[in-house]
């Protein structure tokens, strides 16, 4: 079983409306988790980190942990077409942060 | 330095050659790593450096692929006799603390990456 899963997507969401991206994860200890965003060509970029159950806000963005069930999740609101991009959950594994393969989400105008 | 920075930003190189690749983490930051990530795919670990020294090797694809860290910094990827399937982008990143104590201190930051084309 991989370490981090996520579904590939593509996720397509209406201008405005929310997105909702998924990971789950497989390391019951693991403590801490990172949504990264990647645009086309470009390099991840942080977005968020969530270390406790439940939710936390930033903006537009919510990180939700969830270690009973062992998932964690990234909420849109109000998605807007320059959310497009690939969105990536890491988590760590030993010694180093493991990378889901990224769902590519698609913000229509 | 502000931001992790790699160099060279695009290489084109013949198949059969050598490369390398340059890293530059955040100063202080003493963990450091490397990624590959090939068009449309996800990221690969390749190796982690915490300090100078590397506890995991364990992405490294092939003895073709090596790496070092000196004083604690800078930190270079050579790729020998270059293949076609090496035709990547090589990301760097690096953090404040611990490889294994991932903490909002330890939050890895990535370069810009190293566009590797092998023909």
């Known amino acids: 079983q991989k370490e981090v899963e996520q579904n590939s997507g593509p996720l397509s969401v209406p201008e405005g409306a929310i997105a909702s991206l998924n990971c789950t994860y497989s390391d019951r200890v693991s403590q801490s988790f990172f949504w990264y965003r990647q645009y086309s060509g470009k390099s991840p970029e942080l977005i968020m980190s969530i270390y406790s159950n439940g939710d936390k806000e930033d903006g537009r963005f919510t990180a939700q942990l969830n270690k009973a069930s062992q998932y964690v999740s990234l909420l849109i609101r109000d998605s807007q077409p320059s959310d497009s991009a690939t969105y990536l959950c890491?988590?760590?594994?030993?010694?180093?942060?493991?990378f889901g393969t990224g769902t590519r989400l698609l913000v229509s105008p | 330095g502000a931001g992790v920075s790699q160099s060279p930003s695009n290489k084109v190189t013949e198949k059969g050659k050598d490369v390398e690749l340059r890293c530059d983490p955040i100063?202080?930051?003493?963990?450091l790593y490397w990624y590959r990530q090939r068009l449309g795919q996800g990221l690969e670990f390749l190796i982690y450096?915490?300090?100078?020294?590397?506890?995991?090797k364990s992405g490294l694809p092939s003895d073709r692929f090596s790496a070092e860290r000196t004083g604690e910094s800078v930190s270079t990827l050579t790729i020998q006799r270059t293949q076609q399937e090496d035709s990547a982008v090589y990301l760097c990143a690096s953090s404040r603390g611990q490889g294994n104590r991932f903490s909002s201190g330890n939050t890895i930051y990535f370069g810009e990456g190293s566009w590797l084309t092998v023909v």
């Open positions: 450096f915490q300090g100078n020294s590397a506890p995991d």
């Open positions: 890491a988590g760590p594994g030993f010694q180093k942060l493991v």
């Open positions: 100063s202080g930051h003493t963990a």
